[in-house]
């Protein structure tokens, strides 16, 4: 299987200094500082690039579940909420995903997104922090 590869630098003190994430690809570089990540200064942040490698996933996975079951999805739209608490910690991961999935009974879809939802390998590697998810069927 792949092996992917990101990598960060970090120069100065916690409060003063900042920093520079860059996906190996070279799609996404950035800088990030104290600001961007425990308040809103700008820049980006681990936990953003964790929600987009949640969300990812998921639309990915939940795709291939539901391929699986002999649906066609037009669309999965998910969005992660990535809870920085107290520590710092990640307490929650909040996932609300749209989609458009033609015939398919509300039901099936809930326990297809639940599946997609503990079995993605990012909610995998992540099983510490709790993960919610809100799943809508559009029609």
């Not at 990101?6 to 104290?34: D, H, I, N």
């Not at 681990?46 to 066609?72: D, N, R, T, W, Y």
């Not at 015939?103 to 919610?132: H, T």
Request: glycine share 10%; aromatic share 8%.
């Amino acid at each position: 299987m792949a092996i992917r590869t990101s990598s960060a630098e970090w120069r100065g003190t916690l409060k003063e200094g900042a920093g520079k994430m860059k996906l190996g690809s070279g799609a996404y570089e950035g800088p990030f500082t104290f600001a961007s990540r425990f308040e809103t200064g700008p820049g980006t942040n681990p936990e953003e690039l964790i929600g987009a490698a949640q969300a990812g996933c998921f639309s990915m996975f939940f795709s291939a579940l539901l391929s699986k079951e002999g649906f066609v999805p037009e669309s999965i739209h998910t969005t992660a909420a990535v809870h920085l608490g107290e520590g710092p910690a990640i307490t929650l991961i909040e996932l609300t995903c749209a989609a458009k999935v033609p015939g398919i009974a509300e039901p099936q879809f809930q326990q297809l997104a639940e599946a997609a939802k503990n079995n993605c390998p990012v909610s995998k590697a992540l099983a510490a922090p709790e993960k919610k998810l809100t799943a809508t069927l559009i029609d």
